[in-house]
């Protein structure tokens, strides 16, 4: 088992945790206010409130979330850090090719700082899963190799990239979670063609990728991407990253971070981007 634990106070200090769920997401229990002083206390710079936008009626989620409440949540939380922290907006939206025009929609009229793409569902004629959960990818995956899952799932990727829906790919490689108690480890070397061209894409089109910490706690055990997939995105130029926890409770709260931040810098970046009304407006140097 992985040995990451919790930061204790402090130790995040000058980092920025892009993606943090509150009740306004369905599978959050945290009110956004209730994060912010044990926040301070880990030393954040920003605090980015991600929540789940799910507009398939398959996903559990789908329905749930309330933009008036999301903001509500906010505000809540801007008056307990009172200038503290940077607090950003953003929404984690669970990509579909299949409902570009319904995202569309949904983001008309709303204002957050950046937004993250997740391709949580693949599906094809013969079925869907969600990739994220444990029990529909157990059918869904004994029925089809190793190949077409991820193929899929790249595919889905891609698309969202393509899309221009999106600022950042909330965990690249997701489908890794379960996919490996089906078929074995994931080893992106297997997948390199695919994901190099994902990553092109993303490089093009100014899409950038976030480090989730949350597959430490999670069967991979290593973070979203792997640390290959991040390396071959430094390597051809890559450079619009973020940092994320991916909490959905207190105790998970920069959970990762200071690892992940440590893991960026390994790989050759100085730093992580800054998004505010979904623009890149600078870069907070990574620590050490
Ligand atoms: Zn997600
Ligand atoms: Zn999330």
């Known amino acids: 088992m992985t040995t990451i634990q919790s930061p204790q106070a ?9 993606h943090v769920h509150t009740i306004a997401s369905v599978d959050g229990r945290v009110a956004a206010a209730d994060y912010i002083e044990p926040a301070v206390g880990l030393g954040l710079t920003e605090i980015g409130f991600a929540d789940h936008v799910d507009l398939d009626p398959r996903d559990p989620g789908c329905g749930y979330f309330d933009y008036a409440r999301y903001r509500r949540e906010v505000a809540a939380a801007e008056a307990v850090a009172a200038g503290r922290l940077t607090i950003r907006t953003a929404f984690e939206i669970t990509y579909q090719s299949s409902r570009e025009e319904e995202i569309r929609r949904f983001l008309t009229g709303k204002e957050v700082d950046y937004c993250l793409g997740s391709a949580h569902l693949i599906e094809d ?9 444990p029990e529909t990818p157990v059918v869904y995956y004994a029925a089809r190799d190793k190949r077409t899952v991820y193929s899929q799932y790249w ?21 890794k979670r379960y996919a490996i108690r089906a078929y074995g480890p994931f080893r992106p070397d297997e997948f390199a063609d695919e994901i190099r061209d994902v990553l092109w894409l993303a ?3 100014g899409v ?17 991407p792997a640390l290959t997939i991040l390396r071959w995105y430094r390597e051809m130029g890559g ?9 959905h409770w207190l105790p998970h709260l920069c959970y990762g971070l200071p690892e992940a ?17 979904r623009r890149l407006v600078g870069w907070l140097d990574l620590p050490g």
């Open 155 to 175: 595919a889905e990727i891609r698309a969202a990239i393509a899309s221009g829906l999106f600022d950042l790919l909330a965990h690249l490689d997701l489908v």
């Open 10 to 18: 402090g130790q995040c200090r000058g980092l920025a945790d892009y």
């Open 203 to 205: 490089i093009d089109k």
């Open 239 to 247: 450079e619009i990253l973020t940092l994320g926890s991916d909490v």
């Open 125 to 133: 004629t013969g079925g869907w899963c969600n990739v994220s959960e």
């Open 261 to 277: 931040a440590a893991l960026a810098r390994e790989v050759g970046f100085k730093a992580v981007a800054r998004f505010a009304q």
């Open 208 to 224: 950038g990728l976030e480090i989730n910490a949350s597959g430490w706690r999670q069967p991979p055990e290593e973070p979203y």
